[in-house]
């Protein structure tokens, strides 16, 4: 019987969505209807050029729009991305890579009706790469490379870049760089947007309930001829996941777009069967291992790659892809994108990632005796957060119990969490995460950069800074490559300075008459709900 | 003289020397269910102190092979059964319910002697002294007590982390006015009599008449708070791990083993919940149980009736 039940269930899963996603390729969308999300995190502000949750870009994303986007046709694609407010398709760099020029869409309106045009996005997007003294900006290092905005007319904007660079498409692309009105934004001021909405999406803002749900109503001037295909949408709030579970599980939710573990997901499939449709995908979100390499014995690398020596990832791969939103082996970059190092060759040459976990084992004992440290304890701060941080922290003390190391969890509510992480800096070895919207591998592995901003591991490392200068500096793709080995090779194992353990993997069950959706390898992404349209007759087999 | 034999008492006509068993088999009589509720504590002791010993696996090792195992399920490496099945990490959820009780008595013990005799002394103290000692002493007591015990607890998790000792901490501090509170009220009749003007007039310190004249004669009270604070304090420590507040993993806890269970494996794995569940129900009714029977004991008005 061992073994059979997640078969079966995975089996349903995987007919549900091979079914849904051929017939979605055979439907023609329907008009009408209303959706309801369930969303399990809060709304800190509606200012998404200040924000990172998805507690916000799910109920407040459809309201607006931005300038580029991920094709939504295609959004598990890294690399495609389509216009949004600009018409045609993304443009080519020219003067050697460092002028883009994007003509933008006539007739757009923002919801107050006056007229989108290129103005306002020279606005929006001096607001986010040029922040006044005082106005907070969370992806301004994204637009390092831009030396100048311009309007020169209403329908054409001009970004002049430093240099020539990979990286400035996919930061455009970012769904958090909606769109503002200029006049907003001159009339009330740069945090006008924190509480206030006037976008030009295919939404329109009815009413937000702290701590129960914001509605939207269809936008009948939105842009894109026929869109959208739903009259309206909810967005209810439900922190706890059983709840969110229960909730579509009953009918009151259609669908959660941040995923659930694999075990709701089999539960979900039970329950309902053929009335649910399952969407997987990888998730460009990691956790990593940060030891504070300013305490001891964590300055020895000897120390720190018997830690990371001591992971067996494929067997975590393997068991606890079972029971956590985690799954995928893989380096410092997204596992799909073709920047990303192959697991054969993570294999070959990097710590920690050997199939021969015994050989790792005994390879790690041996580092920590030389270090003097075979009974070596320390304490792991990890973040309150169930899935996947818990688990990956308990999953992680069991191994490094296997060479000899004693762990202790010290797992703290968020805002604690962060305060040690980042400020206190008081912590032996943390959890961490590298979690971000779009694919962007050569922004996205700043992160592990000891100058980085976000890196908390306490660190210097002179070559590894002159790795990354070298990469943002080419755009082309094969050295970008070559580099891009080089610096990985730095971090996990000559350094051993983080350390990866498993991707993310996004599941999101819903139910089958939600059409026209498809999963992205971010939460963040594909959210403007445009394309997403509610089959009446499935619903109604579905009793609703 | 004539001399008086005195023959010697047959054996049979002497009362027979009463043994353990007698006392064991009189308080089972008179009180059957605070025996149930014993019998349940010293289980659950040996269970805690020997743990090491009547386990068959570490209750910390994780065995993916074996993961969400119903129970009766047999390790075919090692040909041991998981008696009660396993978690979702693989492991033995019988030598994690062992070794939880341990991490229970551990806390409720600690927690509830410390701020029992905290308070038995810090009530003692304000019954003796009297005047603004009393009543400032009182009313800090009254700022304690004005929060529920749980959302104390809360409180002073949130101030000190998580963790075992800082659940000790949290769980000890509400208990301090609670005894203390009701303490005081028996010393205060203690005060007034004439032993304690005696001892005062023969000069002895403040600290040996609260110590060795009060403190001895306010038992009764002190030791059912006390069995009753074992109980609300394994509760207390199951709540916190439940909230995620308490002790953490890879800690073997009764509270912490129903979190990972409850919401995510309820339907397809009931055993991981119902276990833990089990255990915290049948601790706190034990201790519930024997401290009312201690109460029946001390308390003189029951033991009239009685």
């Known amino acids: 019987m061992r073994g059979v039940a997640p078969k079966l269930v995975a089996a349903v899963a995987g007919a549900g969505f091979a079914l849904g996603a051929v017939a979605a390729m055979a439907e023609t969308p329907q008009v009408g209807g209303e959706l309801n999300i369930v969303v399990g995190s809060k709304i800190p502000s509606y200012d998404a050029h200040i924000e990172s949750t998805f507690g916000m870009i799910h109920p407040i994303r459809p309201f607006y729009s931005t300038l580029i986007r991920v094709n939504p046709d295609n959004p598990s694609s890294p690399t495609d991305f389509v216009c949004d407010v600009c018409e045609g398709g993304v443009p080519e760099p020219t003067d050697n890579g460092t002028t883009y020029t994007f003509k933008i869409r006539s007739g757009i309106t923002f919801h107050d009706g006056k007229p989108l045009t290129a103005a306002d996005v020279k606005a929006t997007f001096d607001k986010i790469a040029f922040p006044p003294e005082g106005v907070a900006s969370n992806r301004r290092a994204y637009f390092k490379m831009v030396e100048s905005i311009e309007a020169p007319d209403d329908t054409t904007v001009v970004f002049k870049l430093k240099h020539a660079s990979g990286t400035f498409i996919p930061s455009v692309a970012m769904p958090f760089n909606f769109i503002y009105a200029k006049a907003d934004l001159d009339t009330h001021g740069y945090t006008w947007h924190q509480t206030n909405i006037n976008g030009s999406g295919p939404f329109r803002f009815v009413e937000h309930v702290q701590g129960s749900h914001v509605t939207g109503t269809r936008n009948d001037d939105y842009y894109h001829e026929g869109k959208p295909y739903l009259d309206g949408y909810t967005a209810l709030s439900a922190p706890k996941m059983s709840i969110r579970l229960q909730a579509i599980r009953g009918g009151r939710a259609d669908i959660e777009f941040r995923g659930f573990p694999p075990k709701a997901r089999d539960d979900l499939v039970a329950a309902l069967g053929d009335k649910i449709t399952v969407q997987e995908s990888d998730w460009n979100c990691v956790l990593l291992v940060t030891p504070n390499h300013k305490t001891k014995p964590f300055d020895d690398p000897r120390v720190r790659r018997a830690m990371t020596l001591a992971i067996d990832r494929h067997g975590g791969s393997k068991y606890l892809s079972n029971i956590a939103i985690v799954k995928t082996v893989g380096g410092i970059v997204f596992p799909n994108h073709p920047l990303a190092t192959p697991v054969d060759e993570l294999k070959a040459n990097i710590a920690g990632y050997s199939d021969d976990i015994a050989d790792s084992i005994e390879h790690a004992k041996a580092l920590l005796e030389e270090a003097g440290q075979s009974d070596l304890k320390f304490t792991l701060l990890n973040r309150g957060v169930d899935q996947p941080y818990k688990v990956v922290g308990t999953w992680l003390i069991g191994q490094w119990r296997k060479v000899g190391m004693q762990v202790d969890q010290d797992v703290r509510p968020t805002t604690p969490f962060y305060a040690s992480l980042r400020k206190q800096k008081d912590f032996d070895v943390s959890i961490d995460f590298n979690c971000q919207s779009i694919v962007n591998p050569i922004a996205d592995v700043s992160k592990f950069l000891p100058t980085a901003g976000n890196n908390y591991a306490s660190f210097e490392d002179a070559e590894l800074e002159k790795i990354y200068a070298n990469l943002l500096r080419t755009a082309n793709v094969d050295e970008q490559k070559i580099l891009i080995r080089q610096y990985e090779k730095r971090v996990l194992n000559d350094l051993a300075s983080q350390m990866i353990t498993l991707w993310w993997y996004k599941i999101n069950p819903h139910r089958s008459y939600v059409k026209g959706w498809k999963i992205a390898p971010s939460h963040y992404l594909n959210q403007s709900l445009d394309n997403v349209w509610i089959d009446k007759e499935e619903k109604k087999r579905h009793g609703l | ?306």
């Not at chain 2, 009189?26 to 025996?35: A, D, E, K, V």
């Not at chain 2, 341990?102 to 509830?112: D, H, I």
């Not at chain 2, 005047?131 to 409180?155: H, K, N, S, T």
Request: glycine letters at 8%; charged letters at 15%.
């Open chain 2, 1 to 306: 003289m004539a001399q008086t034999e005195i023959a010697p008492l047959e054996s049979s006509t002497l009362p027979r020397q009463k043994t353990i068993w007698d006392a064991a088999l009189r308080m089972i009589r008179r009180q059957p269910l605070g025996s149930a509720g014993l019998l349940v504590i010293v289980i659950m002791t040996f269970a805690a102190v020997f743990a090491d010993y009547v386990v068959p696996y570490d209750p910390e090792i994780e065995n993916f092979e074996y993961m969400l195992m119903p129970p009766g399920t047999m390790d075919e490496t090692t040909g041991i059964t998981f008696m009660l099945g396993t978690d979702s990490f693989g492991r033995d959820m019988f030598s994690r319910l062992v070794h939880g009780a341990r991490t229970a008595l551990l806390v409720g013990f600690t927690a509830s002697f410390i701020g029992a005799f905290v308070g038995l002394v810090l009530g003692v103290g304000s019954a003796y002294f009297g005047g603004y000692i009393d009543l400032v002493f009182q009313r800090v007591m009254d700022v304690f007590m004005a929060f529920p015990l749980i959302i104390m607890a809360l409180a002073i998790v949130a101030i000190f982390g998580t963790g075992t000792e800082k659940v000790i901490i949290a769980i000890t501090i509400p208990f301090i006015p609670r005894c203390a509170r009701v303490v005081r009220s028996s010393a205060l009749a203690l005060r007034e009599l004439p032993y304690i003007d005696a001892a005062r007039s023969i000069g002895y310190s403040h600290t040996r008449i609260v110590m060795r004249h009060m403190v001895p004669n306010v038992m009764a009270p002190f030791l059912i708070m006390l069995t009753a604070f074992v109980g609300q304090a394994i509760l207390l420590e199951a709540s916190l791990s439940y909230l995620g507040l308490g002790v953490q993993e890879p800690t073997a806890a009764w509270g912490l083993m129903l979190q990972g269970g409850a919401e995510e494996f309820a339907e397809s794995a009931p055993w991981v919940p119902i276990w833990p569940g089990v255990a915290i129900t049948l601790a706190v009714f034990g201790f519930n149980l024997f401290g009312d029977a201690v109460r029946d004991v001390l308390d003189p008005k029951l033991r009239a009736q009685n």
